[in-house]
């Protein structure tokens, strides 16, 4: 599992390939996520991506 932590207003596109394409199809991995420190609470600023 990759665990990738930002810390933005919004999660964009860009970060969602961020972790798609280079750290899921890199390592191999099948299960990441994507998580944002800057939201009220924090299962808004969960996202789960499968390879």
Same mark, same amino acid.
């Given at each position: ?5 930002? *810390? $933005?207003? !919004? @999660? !964009?596109?860009?970060?969602? *390939?961020? $972790? @798609?394409?280079?750290? @899921?199809? &890199? %390592? ?5 996520? &994507?998580?944002?420190? !800057? $939201?009220? %609470? @924090? ?5 789960? &991506?499968? !390879?």
């Amino acid at each position: 599992m990759i665990v990738e932590i930002k *810390a $933005v207003e !919004n @999660l !964009n596109e860009v970060h969602t *390939a961020q $972790v @798609l394409i280079t750290y @899921l199809k &890199l %390592s191999e991995c099948k299960i990441g996520l &994507l998580l944002n420190f !800057n $939201v009220k %609470s @924090l299962k808004y600023g969960i996202k789960r &991506l499968i !390879n």
